[in-house]
C-alpha cells in the first residue's frame, strides 16, 4: 500500500524521449549522474528546469550509491508537460520516511534522507514506487508556460509614453552555424559595434559577447544558440573594448539543405522595445481596434513584462515613470531583505554602471525627508547637499521619490529627478506614487521569484564546487579551482592570499581574470601594494586600496603621455587604464579560515564603477568556507606526504657501488599511494676489499610500520657485516635484534650473501636464504635452478642455527633474487607462481642485469590489469662473458 502523501503515479502523458543510465555503487557516480542529466536536459532544450533536476538528482543517487550501497539506475523522460526523471536502487527493503505518517522527513543539515525533502520542496509533483527487486524514487518537473509566436495588439498611448529611440534605429544581423561561428554580419553590425565583416566571420559569437553568468539566473550562450527562440539582454565587445549593452532576439532555422543557423537580431538595449516581445494576450474588437475601458493602469503604464524578467520590469519601470513626469533620470531600488539598505537595480538617464548594485541606507537622515519610507519632493538639491547619495554629481537638481509597498512593507524605492530646479511638486509625487503603488506587487513578486532561481541555481553551484574541491588534495589545483569557481560566476577578476602560519604575511598565490590579457598587470598592480589584513570576522568586507592604486598608476601614466611629469613610469599607458578599468569597481575581501585559524583570504573584484549583489556575497562567503577547508586539507597532506617521503627516502641504500666484473641492477616498487619504500628492502654494499654484501628481504606488511622493520635491519646488516662476521651469524644477530622489538617486531624474510669476484672472470657468492624466496640462477645454456636451500625466517625463533651455501657464477650466468611480490601477483584465482618466474627468467640467456631486470619487472606488470598490492623488489647480478678481440 503507498503511503499517503506521496504519489505512486504520474499524470498520464506522451513521452517524447527518454535517456538512460547506470551507475555503480561508487563515490564518483554522484558527479558522473549529475553531468549525465545536466547534458541531457540541455539537448533537449530544457534549460529553465536543469539546476533543479541536478540537484534532486544529485541527493537521490546519493542515497542510492553511499547509503543503500547499490548500483543507480537513472531514467530520464521528456514528456509534452515538462521532464520526468526516476532513480531506482537495488535495496527495496530500505525504510524511507514519509509525509503524512508519524514520521518526518529528514533535516535539510542530515546527509540521508536529504533528497525526498528536496523532492517535495522543489518538484512539481513526486512518487516513491517498490517492487520486488528495486525501489524508484520518481519526480516531475513542469517547463514554465510560454506563448510563442502569438500575435499581440497593445493600448494606443499618448505620444510622450511611447518607447524611446534613436533617430534611425540600427538593427544588427548575424548568422550563427552550428559551431557558434558567426557566416554572416550585416553593415548595421559593424555600425553599431566597430568590427568589419571580415574581422569576424568564422570566429565565435563568445569571443565577442559579454554574458552574464549569475548562477541559476540566465541560460549560457552556448545553450541559448542552440534553442528555437531566446530572448533578452546580453552585452558586445566593441572594437575600443567597452561593453556595448544590446537586446536580442534569436531564431533558430534550418537552410534548404537541413543545415541549422541561428539568425541573431540585436539593437541598442535602450531600444530593446523594438525587438521585445509582449506576451500578454490580445484583446481586440472586431475592428482590429484594442479596447481599452478595463484596461489595468499598470499595464497601461508599463506594458506586461514576463514575471520572471525582473531586469526587463524595473528597466521598463524607470524609463516610463521618466516620460511620464518628463524627467531627465529616474531610478529604481530594492529593499534587502531587513528593510535597513536599499540596493540600486535599475536606472535611466544615470551612469548606470556606476550606479548598479550601490546600497545605500533606507534611513538616510532625520526627518520625513531622510527616509526612503515616505515620498519626498527636493526642489533643489544644491541647498541640500548629500539629501540623496545617488544623484551626487550627475548635474540633478529636483527630485521626487516615493516608496514601494506591499502590505505595509518596504519593499523600494521610485525616484525621477530633472537637470532644472523646482521641476517637480506635490502633484508630481502623487503621480508617482500611484504608479508606484500599481506595481510594487508585480516588483516584490518577481524579485522573489528571482531569489528563488538565484537559491536553486546556488544550491547547485555548491554542490558540484564541494564535489570540485573534495576531489583534489593538490594544494596549487585547490588554488586554481577556488579562482575559476568564482571567475566568472561570481565576480570579474579573483586573487587569492595564502597565509603560511601565523607569522607570515600575507602572500599573493594565484590571481585570475576573465580577460586572459589582464591578468599580468592585475598581478603586477597587487604584487606592489600592501595585502589585505587577515581579519577572521566572518563575511565579506570593502577593499579600497587596488581601486585606489589603479587610479593612481592611471593618473600619473596619463600626466607623463601629456609631459607633465611623474616619469617612473615604466609600463605603458594602455595596460594602466586597463588594469584601472578592470579593478574600478567594488572589491572585497573574504577571510579563509580553517580550523580556527586564518589560512588566507578570496579577494573578489568588479570593474569600474560595479557593485556586487548581496545574494553574490552571500554565496561567495558559503564558497569560501568550502574552500579554506579544502585548502587546508592540501596543506596538511602535502605536509605529511613531504614528511613521510623524506623519512622514507633515508631508509633506501644511498646509491649503489660499482661491483668489479659485475653487472649489478636492483628495480624497486612499493605499493599504497605516497609511500617510497615499505616492506621490501634491498641493499648491496662494500665489506672489504675485495668483497661486497648484498641483500633482498621482506617485512610483514607494508607502509610505516613495515619500514621501521627495514630500517633496523638495512643498517643492522651493514654493521654486522663489516666487523667480520659471517652470513650466519649476521642473520642470527639480526634475529636477535628484531625480537628484542617486543610487540613492534615483525617477521622477516631475508636473503643474504656475499660476493668476492674472481681473477678468472666467475664470482663466488657465499648466500643464507631465511625463509625467503630462493634465488634462482640462470646458465649460459637457459636452465634455470635455485641457487640456494630455504631456512627459517626472522623474527619468530629465538634460537636459530643458519647455514651458508657456497655458489660460483660462471661468465654469462645470472643470479636472480626477489621478493614475494613478484612470485605472487594475482590475476583472480591465478598466480605467477615460482614456476611461472622460471619461465621468464629461461627468456633472458644473454641479457645484461638491466634487461634481465626490467623483463622481469614487464612480465610482472603485465600479468594482471590491476596495480601491484604488494610491494617488489629486484635484484639481478650477472656476470659478464670475456669479450673477443
Given at each position: 500500500m503507498?503511503?499517503?502523501g506521496?504519489e505512486?503515479r504520474?499524470?498520464?502523458s506522451?513521452?517524447?524521449?527518454?535517456?538512460a543510465?547506470?551507475?555503480d555503487p561508487v563515490g564518483?557516480?554522484?558527479?558522473t549522474a549529475?553531468t549525465f542529466v545536466?547534458?541531457?536536459?540541455?539537448?533537449?532544450g530544457y534549460?529553465?528546469?536543469v539546476?533543479?533536476?541536478v540537484v534532486?538528482?544529485?541527493e537521490l543517487v546519493t542515497n542510492?550509491?553511499?547509503h543503500a550501497?547499490t548500483?543507480?539506475?537513472?531514467l530520464?523522460?521528456?514528456t509534452?508537460?515538462?521532464?520526468?526523471?526516476?532513480?531506482?536502487?537495488?535495496y527495496?527493503e530500505?525504510?524511507?520516511p514519509?509525509?503524512?505518517?508519524?514520521?518526518?522527513l529528514a533535516h535539510?543539515?542530515?546527509?540521508?534522507g536529504?533528497g525526498?525533502?528536496l523532492?517535495a520542496?522543489?518538484?512539481?509533483?513526486?512518487?516513491?514506487?517498490?517492487?520486488p527487486?528495486?525501489k524508484?524514487v520518481?519526480?516531475?518537473l513542469?517547463m514554465?508556460?510560454?506563448t510563442?509566436?502569438t500575435?499581440?495588439?497593445g493600448?494606443?498611448?499618448p505620444?510622450?509614453?511611447l518607447?524611446?529611440?534613436?533617430?534611425?534605429v540600427?538593427?544588427?544581423?548575424?548568422?550563427?552555424d552550428r559551431n557558434g561561428?558567426?557566416t554572416?554580419?550585416?553593415?548595421?553590425?559593424e555600425h553599431l559595434f566597430g568590427y568589419a565583416a571580415d574581422?569576424?566571420?568564422g570566429k565565435?559569437?563568445?569571443d565577442f559577447?559579454?554574458?552574464p553568468h549569475?548562477?541559476?539566473i540566465?541560460?549560457?550562450?552556448?545553450?541559448?544558440?542552440?534553442?528555437?527562440?531566446?530572448e533578452?539582454?546580453y552585452?558586445i565587445?566593441g572594437?575600443?573594448?567597452r561593453?556595448?549593452?544590446?537586446?536580442?532576439?534569436?531564431?533558430?532555422?534550418?537552410d534548404t539543405?537541413?543545415?541549422?543557423?541561428?539568425v541573431?537580431?540585436?539593437?541598442r538595449d535602450y531600444?530593446r522595445a523594438?525587438l521585445?516581445t509582449p506576451?500578454r494576450?490580445p484583446a481586440t474588437?472586431?475592428?482590429?481596434?484594442?479596447?481599452n475601458?478595463?484596461a489595468d493602469?499598470?499595464?497601461?503604464?508599463?506594458?506586461?513584462p514576463?514575471?520572471?524578467?525582473?531586469d526587463?520590469l524595473?528597466?521598463r519601470t524607470?524609463?516610463?515613470?521618466?516620460?511620464m513626469?518628463?524627467?531627465?533620470s529616474?531610478?529604481l531600488?530594492?529593499?534587502?531583505?531587513d528593510?535597513?539598505?536599499?540596493?540600486v537595480r535599475?536606472t535611466?538617464?544615470l551612469?548606470s554602471?556606476r550606479q548598479r548594485f550601490?546600497?545605500?541606507?533606507?534611513?538616510?537622515?532625520?526627518g520625513?525627508y531622510?527616509?526612503a519610507?515616505?515620498?519626498?519632493?527636493?526642489?533643489?538639491l544644491?541647498?541640500?547637499?548629500g539629501?540623496?547619495?545617488?544623484?551626487?554629481?550627475t548635474?540633478m537638481r529636483?527630485?521626487?521619490?516615493?516608496?514601494?509597498k506591499?502590505?505595509?512593507?518596504l519593499?523600494?524605492?521610485?525616484?525621477v529627478?530633472?537637470?532644472a530646479?523646482?521641476?517637480?511638486?506635490n502633484e508630481?509625487?502623487?503621480?508617482l506614487?500611484?504608479?508606484?503603488?500599481?506595481?510594487?506587487?508585480?516588483?516584490?513578486?518577481?524579485?522573489?521569484?528571482?531569489?528563488?532561481?538565484?537559491?536553486?541555481?546556488s544550491?547547485?553551484?555548491?554542490v558540484?564546487?564541494?564535489?570540485l574541491?573534495a576531489?583534489?588534495l593538490d594544494?596549487?589545483?585547490t588554488?586554481?579551482?577556488?579562482?575559476?569557481?568564482?571567475?566568472?560566476?561570481?565576480?570579474?577578476?579573483?586573487?587569492?592570499?595564502?597565509i603560511?602560519?601565523?607569522?607570515s604575511?600575507?602572500?599573493?598565490?594565484y590571481?585570475l581574470h576573465?580577460?586572459e590579457?589582464?591578468?599580468?598587470?592585475?598581478?603586477?598592480?597587487?604584487?606592489?601594494?600592501?595585502?589585505?589584513?587577515?581579519?577572521?570576522t566572518?563575511?565579506?568586507?570593502?577593499w579600497?586600496a587596488p581601486g585606489?592604486?589603479?587610479?593612481q598608476?592611471?593618473?600619473?601614466t596619463s600626466?607623463?603621455?601629456l609631459?607633465?611629469?611623474?616619469?617612473?613610469?615604466?609600463?605603458g599607458?594602455?595596460?594602466t587604464l586597463?588594469?584601472?578599468?578592470a579593478?574600478g569597481?567594488?572589491?572585497?575581501v573574504l577571510?579563509l579560515?580553517?580550523?580556527?585559524r586564518?589560512?588566507g583570504?578570496?579577494?573578489?573584484g568588479?570593474?569600474?564603477d560595479?557593485h556586487?549583489?548581496q545574494e553574490i556575497?552571500?554565496?561567495?562567503?558559503?564558497?569560501s568556507?568550502?574552500?579554506?577547508l579544502a585548502?587546508?586539507?592540501?596543506r596538511?597532506?602535502?605536509?605529511?606526504?613531504?614528511?613521510?617521503?623524506?623519512l622514507?627516502?633515508?631508509?633506501?641504500p644511498?646509491g649503489?657501488?660499482?661491483v668489479?666484473?659485475?653487472?649489478?641492477?636492483?628495480?624497486?616498487?612499493a605499493?599504497?599511494e605516497?609511500?617510497?619504500v615499505?616492506?621490501?628492502?634491498?641493499?648491496?654494499?662494500?665489506i672489504?676489499d675485495?668483497a661486497?654484501?648484498?641483500?633482498?628481504?621482506?617485512?610483514?606488511?607494508?607502509?610505516?610500520e613495515?619500514?621501521?622493520?627495514?630500517g633496523?635491519?638495512?643498517h643492522?646488516l651493514?654493521?654486522l657485516?663489516?666487523?667480520g662476521?659471517?652470513?650466519?651469524?649476521?642473520?642470527?644477530?639480526?634475529?636477535?635484534a628484531?625480537?628484542?622489538?617486543g610487540a613492534?617486531?615483525?617477521f622477516l624474510?631475508?636473503?643474504y650473501g656475499e660476493?668476492w669476484?674472481q681473477?678468472d672472470g666467475?664470482?663466488l657468492?657465499k648466500?643464507v636464504?631465511?625463509g625467503h624466496p630462493?634465488p634462482l640462477?640462470?646458465?649460459?645454456d637457459?636452465?634455470?635452478?635455485?641457487?640456494a636451500?630455504p631456512?627459517?625466517l626472522?623474527?619468530?625463533?629465538e634460537d636459530l642455527?643458519?647455514y651458508e651455501q657456497?655458489?660460483?657464477l660462471?661468465p654469462?650466468d645470472v643470479?636472480l633474487?626477489?621478493?614475494d611480490?613478484?612470485t605472487e601477483?594475482?590475476?583472480?584465482t591465478?598466480?605467477?607462481?615460482?614456476d611461472g618466474?622460471?619461465d621468464?627468467?629461461?627468456?633472458?640467456t644473454?641479457?645484461t642485469?638491466?634487461a634481465?631486470?626490467a623483463r622481469?619487472?614487464?612480465?610482472v606488470?603485465?600479468?594482471?590489469a590491476?596495480?601491484?598490492?604488494?610491494d617488489?623488489?629486484?635484484?639481478?647480478?650477472r656476470?659478464?662473458?670475456?669479450?673477443?678481440n
Amino acid at each position: 500500500m503507498p503511503e499517503p502523501g506521496v504519489e505512486t503515479r504520474t499524470r498520464s502523458s506522451v513521452i517524447t524521449a527518454r535517456a538512460a543510465a547506470t551507475f555503480d555503487p561508487v563515490g564518483r557516480s554522484v558527479a558522473t549522474a549529475r553531468t549525465f542529466v545536466r547534458d541531457t536536459l540541455q539537448g533537449w532544450g530544457y534549460s529553465d528546469v536543469v539546476d533543479d533536476a541536478v540537484v534532486l538528482t544529485s541527493e537521490l543517487v546519493t542515497n542510492a550509491v553511499i547509503h543503500a550501497g547499490t548500483a543507480a539506475d537513472v531514467l530520464c523522460l521528456r514528456t509534452d508537460e515538462g521532464v520526468r526523471v526516476e532513480v531506482s536502487d537495488h535495496y527495496p527493503e530500505r525504510e524511507i520516511p514519509l509525509q503524512g505518517t508519524g514520521r518526518t522527513l529528514a533535516h535539510p543539515d542530515r546527509e540521508n534522507g536529504r533528497g525526498l525533502l528536496l523532492c517535495a520542496a522543489l518538484a512539481t509533483r513526486w512518487g516513491v514506487e517498490y517492487t520486488p527487486t528495486h525501489k524508484q524514487v520518481w519526480f516531475q518537473l513542469d517547463m514554465p508556460q510560454r506563448t510563442v509566436g502569438t500575435r499581440s495588439a497593445g493600448p494606443v498611448l499618448p505620444v510622450g509614453l511611447l518607447p524611446v529611440a534613436d533617430e534611425r534605429v540600427r538593427v544588427a544581423v548575424a548568422q550563427i552555424d552550428r559551431n557558434g561561428a558567426i557566416t554572416s554580419w550585416n553593415d548595421d553590425a559593424e555600425h553599431l559595434f566597430g568590427y568589419a565583416a571580415d574581422q569576424v566571420l568564422g570566429k565565435p559569437l563568445g569571443d565577442f559577447a559579454a554574458w552574464p553568468h549569475t548562477p541559476g539566473i540566465a541560460t549560457g550562450i552556448a545553450e541559448a544558440l542552440r534553442l528555437s527562440r531566446w530572448e533578452g539582454s546580453y552585452g558586445i565587445r566593441g572594437t575600443d573594448g567597452r561593453v556595448v549593452p544590446v537586446y536580442a532576439s534569436h531564431l533558430r532555422v534550418r537552410d534548404t539543405h537541413g543545415e541549422p543557423s541561428t539568425v541573431c537580431l540585436l539593437v541598442r538595449d535602450y531600444e530593446r522595445a523594438v525587438l521585445q516581445t509582449p506576451v500578454r494576450t490580445p484583446a481586440t474588437d472586431g475592428a482590429g481596434h484594442a479596447d481599452n475601458r478595463n484596461a489595468d493602469p499598470f499595464e497601461v503604464f508599463i506594458g506586461s513584462p514576463a514575471p520572471d524578467d525582473l531586469d526587463g520590469l524595473l528597466q521598463r519601470t524607470v524609463e516610463r515613470a521618466r516620460d511620464m513626469l518628463d524627467g531627465d533620470s529616474a531610478f529604481l531600488l530594492l529593499a534587502t531583505d531587513d528593510e535597513t539598505e536599499l540596493e540600486v537595480r535599475a536606472t535611466t538617464g544615470l551612469p548606470s554602471a556606476r550606479q548598479r548594485f550601490a546600497r545605500v541606507p533606507v534611513e538616510a537622515g532625520t526627518g520625513r525627508y531622510g527616509s526612503a519610507r515616505m515620498p519626498a519632493v527636493h526642489e533643489d538639491l544644491t541647498a541640500v547637499p548629500g539629501a540623496v547619495p545617488l544623484l551626487g554629481g550627475t548635474g540633478m537638481r529636483s527630485v521626487v521619490t516615493v516608496p514601494l509597498k506591499v502590505e505595509g512593507r518596504l519593499t523600494g524605492s521610485l525616484g525621477v529627478a530633472a537637470e532644472a530646479a523646482g521641476r517637480y511638486s506635490n502633484e508630481e509625487a502623487l503621480r508617482l506614487q500611484f504608479a508606484a503603488d500599481r506595481i510594487a506587487l508585480a516588483v516584490e513578486s518577481a524579485r522573489l521569484g528571482e531569489l528563488e532561481r538565484l537559491r536553486r541555481g546556488s544550491l547547485s553551484f555548491l554542490v558540484e564546487a564541494s564535489d570540485l574541491l573534495a576531489g583534489t588534495l593538490d594544494r596549487d589545483q585547490t588554488l586554481a579551482l577556488m579562482a575559476q569557481m568564482t571567475v566568472p560566476t561570481l565576480a570579474t577578476w579573483c586573487a587569492v592570499y595564502t597565509i603560511a602560519d601565523q607569522a607570515s604575511e600575507p602572500y599573493l598565490s594565484y590571481v585570475l581574470h576573465e580577460d586572459e590579457e589582464r591578468i599580468d598587470g592585475l598581478k603586477a598592480l597587487l604584487s606592489r601594494i600592501e595585502p589585505p589584513e587577515p581579519v577572521p570576522t566572518p563575511g565579506a568586507r570593502v577593499w579600497t586600496a587596488p581601486g585606489t592604486a589603479a587610479h593612481q598608476a592611471a593618473l600619473r601614466t596619463s600626466m607623463r603621455e601629456l609631459g607633465l611629469g611623474a616619469t617612473d613610469l615604466s609600463s605603458g599607458i594602455g595596460t594602466t587604464l586597463a588594469t584601472a578599468s578592470a579593478v574600478g569597481g567594488e572589491t572585497v575581501v573574504l577571510p579563509l579560515v580553517a580550523r580556527n585559524r586564518v589560512i588566507g583570504m578570496l579577494t573578489l573584484g568588479k570593474p569600474s564603477d560595479d557593485h556586487f549583489r548581496q545574494e553574490i556575497l552571500e554565496l561567495a562567503e558559503d564558497l569560501s568556507r568550502r574552500a579554506a577547508l579544502a585548502l587546508d586539507n592540501a596543506r596538511l597532506y602535502s605536509e605529511r606526504t613531504a614528511i613521510s617521503q623524506s623519512l622514507q627516502r633515508s631508509l633506501l641504500p644511498p646509491g649503489l657501488p660499482q661491483v668489479p666484473g659485475v653487472e649489478v641492477e636492483v628495480i624497486y616498487r612499493a605499493a599504497g599511494e605516497g609511500n617510497e619504500v615499505g616492506g621490501d628492502f634491498y641493499d648491496l654494499f662494500p665489506i672489504r676489499d675485495g668483497a661486497y654484501g648484498f641483500a633482498i628481504g621482506d617485512v610483514c606488511g607494508t607502509g610505516p610500520e613495515a619500514a621501521a622493520v627495514t630500517g633496523l635491519a638495512r643498517h643492522a646488516l651493514r654493521l654486522l657485516a663489516r666487523e667480520g662476521f659471517g652470513g650466519p651469524a649476521v642473520l642470527e644477530r639480526l634475529n636477535a635484534a628484531i625480537l628484542d622489538e617486543g610487540a613492534r617486531s615483525r617477521f622477516l624474510t631475508l636473503l643474504y650473501g656475499e660476493l668476492w669476484p674472481q681473477e678468472d672472470g666467475s664470482a663466488l657468492l657465499k648466500v643464507v636464504c631465511a625463509g625467503h624466496p630462493l634465488p634462482l640462477r640462470l646458465r649460459q645454456d637457459g636452465s634455470v635452478e635455485p641457487a640456494a636451500e630455504p631456512q627459517p625466517l626472522l623474527g619468530v625463533m629465538e634460537d636459530l642455527e643458519l647455514y651458508e651455501q657456497t655458489v660460483t657464477l660462471d661468465p654469462g650466468d645470472v643470479l636472480l633474487c626477489v621478493t614475494d611480490g613478484v612470485t605472487e601477483r594475482r590475476e583472480g584465482t591465478r598466480m605467477l607462481g615460482d614456476d611461472g618466474l622460471i619461465d621468464v627468467l629461461t627468456t633472458c640467456t644473454g641479457l645484461t642485469a638491466g634487461a634481465v631486470a626490467a623483463r622481469i619487472l614487464r612480465a610482472v606488470e603485465r600479468f594482471a590489469a590491476e596495480p601491484a598490492s604488494d610491494d617488489m623488489a629486484i635484484l639481478a647480478m650477472r656476470v659478464p662473458e670475456p669479450q673477443k678481440n
